[in-house]
């Protein structure tokens, strides 16, 4: 009932920007928070940043500074800028949506990943 589509991943060298997107669709009723996890090749899937729907957000310690997440309420999609991009933030980055869905209960959704790889 709801989908995530995420897109913006690719490579990018050492120092270098992207922006990845991800944009929510379905039977939607409201957006309670979005946000970002990356999971990167034999290590646990980890927070990257969430946001709400008004707009408060949490970064991980390891992207403060370097990495912005926002929020279009109006298209349902959440944006994560980073830039000054390091070999460690090499993973598969994932979305996440907290949704309250029409006629029914508020889940817990996934994206379905987009790889991010920083490589000189």
Do not use: H
Request: glycine share 12%; aromatic share 8%.
């Amino acid at each position: 009932q709801v989908q995530l589509v995420e897109s913006g991943g690719g490579l990018v060298q050492p120092g270098g920007s992207l922006r990845l997107s991800c944009a929510a669709s379905g039977s939607i009723s409201r957006i309670n928070a979005m946000g970002w996890y990356r999971q990167a090749p034999g290590e646990q899937r980890e927070l990257v940043a969430v946001i709400t729907s008004g707009g408060n957000t949490n970064y991980a310690d390891s992207v403060k500074g370097r990495f912005t997440i926002s929020i279009d309420n109006a298209k349902n999609t959440v944006y994560l800028q980073m830039n000054s991009l390091k070999s460690e933030d090499t993973a598969v980055y994932y979305c996440n949506a907290d949704i309250k869905i029409r006629y029914g209960p508020t889940g817990n959704y996934w994206g379905q990943g987009t790889q991010v790889t920083v490589s000189s």
